[in-house]
């Protein structure tokens, strides 16, 4: 038999630490006091406590290794995300801080559709960072979103991505504006030679209906938010039709951003959004307007591209406060099978987007 | 023109306040710089904040209340999620404390099918709080979990949710299943002459297929975990086949747990949770083996009951650690319109549950 194997870093006193394994192990499984469950069902489905040790990085910390058998996952994500941190959510005392699938699960859950390679192909790069926008603010017309898009791809840009706060009051408004949208991009792709790509965003209602009219007009890809749509949602959207999908971390905050509780950043944006089929995942860098650190950052980096059996590898997409002359060491630090998504300042660098656009692509290029 | 109004509770020093509200109204609606932001955009786009003031109960905390243009949520769930609390989440400094939503919007959300006044028509209930359990333990065969299913309905119990870990590993036994258990809730009421219902828990993958066979076998409602199958998938799930639904509080946790961001108890559990449709929502009793408090479960209640134009009341369903010793402080506490969720307890009550369910039910009849 495979197991699931979690770890969970608690916060509790040394005498405290088996007991609240033991404890997580039947919670996650049976939610019975083990007085009612009869030994044969508590030897097949309790979660066995591999090992609790003391946290080496801290003295008021525990790590706790639980292994859980395979088939209570029943080969899909919503399963497995209960059964690893479902009820534990709740003892706000228990972080999940690491996650090894047995090799069936993972190629179960089939992870990127695209990943490195296969946007490498779609884009034509090679050898560099992707550069990427997104499409904002919400709230200006039509037109001026297109010129930006315009812009963005005839001055070399490579993806252009839908804010997540990009949303339509009706379908026929989502199916209108991604028309124009992409068409902006294709004069763009002509006039500047380029291959830049659109993914528009695509969250509820009607997703199914909005993922018909991505493909029906050539769009090889969406931009959409696991866990504000679901992440399960999310992975049949993208796997079912071959999509590619940047993932949104909205929401997922209130997971990593608490100290003693939640998943772990690598876990979540990184492994985790992987195996749902992210081909890239976008996350806040460190040193912009949010609180990610160096360290968490890098885990979620490490995450998308270690190697998994079954499952190819992921791109990290920087963002929220990259500037023009933070490229250098962004390229530095992430290496080239990263994605910089630059939005604010790139239509604060300069007049026009397509200048803009051509001064990033050619900073990067000259970095790597 | 209508406004969303989100109050924000921050942890920062009083300097830092003001510009962190600013922050999240920008944040939340067009994630750019001020100066790339046309005046006519922000004026109709960006958030504006309404007050900021110190929070009485800690010198470390500040209130904002910042309001947001009715349709910047398109109506619809999803982007109301990433709307009030998408981005800010990964701020890690700002808890979601208060929700006010246009009427029209509470409207097009719905909330729940069913509500208090439905579930008491369905189960033949009046006066008294429901009696509820959970099938499982998962890993037990189906004869043992079919009589405990017939024994709690023969009992006088009244509701039957799947426990939302049991999950299967094909569709097909899916179907089997719940047919089994419906068939032996069936015959419990036969022999009691009672009208206990049966839930399933539904979760990822064919959500779809699955509802179809409920509805099949003739069952009014489900369990679903909407913050592992998604907020907006489980609305659709049971609105728009009138369906039941008991939502279970799985990786919520990790929202309301975070002491200095995340959602409130009560804003997630009971106002969002009856928004999109729970006519029950599942949450740890304080005194439980969980980590909420009396005020948190409180917050919770008093959010599914509170009047809310074009929206149902719904029920409370402290769970996780009730004893039958607990039966009366729990009616005194949440009142009739109370779903009372008994799992381990009623099966260490006793040898046989239709036994258990017996007293269990006389307890609660004694003490309204």
Not at 116 to 126: F, P
Request: aromatic share 6%; charged share 20%; hydrophobic share 45%.
């Amino acid at each position: 038999m495979s197991f699931i194997e979690a770890t969970y870093r608690l916060r509790c006193t040394a005498p405290e630490a088996e007991p609240l394994a033991v404890a997580i192990a039947w919670e996650q499984t049976v939610e019975l006091p083990a007085a009612v469950v009869p030994e044969p069902v508590a030897r097949a489905v309790v979660g066995r406590v591999v090992s609790v040790k003391a946290d080496p990085t801290s003295s008021a910390h525990f790590l706790a290794v639980i292994e859980y058998a395979e088939g209570l996952a029943s080969g899909a994500l919503s399963p497995l995300l209960n059964l690893i941190f479902g009820n534990v959510s709740l003892f706000g005392n228990a972080r999940l801080v690491d996650l090894a699938l047995p090799i069936a699960l993972q190629r179960s859950l089939g992870g990127p559709t695209l990943g490195v390679r296969g946007l490498r192909r779609q884009t034509g790069v090679s050898g560099r960072p992707l550069l990427a926008t997104a499409i904002k603010p919400r709230g200006a017309d039509i037109q001026t979103l297109s010129e930006l898009a315009r812009g963005f791809a005839a001055g070399g840009g490579d993806l252009i991505k839908d804010d997540q706060n990009l949303t339509d009051p009706s379908f026929e408004a989502f199916a209108s504006r991604i028309g124009t949208l992409a068409a902006a991009v294709a004069d763009g792709n002509e006039q500047g030679g380029g291959n830049c790509l659109y993914w528009p965003h695509v969250t509820g209602p009607d997703i199914e209906r909005k993922l018909d009219m991505v493909q029906a007009r050539g769009l090889t890809g969406v931009l959409m938010a696991p866990m504000i749509v679901g992440p399960e949602v999310t992975s049949r959207a993208v796997r079912d039709r071959g999509l590619g999908l940047m993932a949104h971390p909205a929401l997922a905050g209130s997971f990593t951003q608490a100290q003693d509780h939640g998943i772990d950043h690598g876990v979540l944006l990184g492994k985790l959004f992987r195996l749902l089929g992210s081909d890239i995942s976008v996350f806040p860098n460190a040193g912009g307007r949010f609180s990610f650190s160096v360290d968490e950052c890098g885990s979620i980096a490490r995450a998308l591209r270690a190697p998994m059996e079954g499952v190819a590898p992921a791109w990290p997409a920087p963002a929220g406060g990259m500037t023009y002359d933070s490229l250098p060491s962004l390229i530095q630090d992430y290496g080239p099978d990263t994605v910089l998504l630059v939005g604010g300042a790139l239509q604060a660098h300069g007049e026009r987007m397509i200048d803009s656009t051509r001064e990033f692509r050619a900073r990067i290029e000259q970095e790597v």
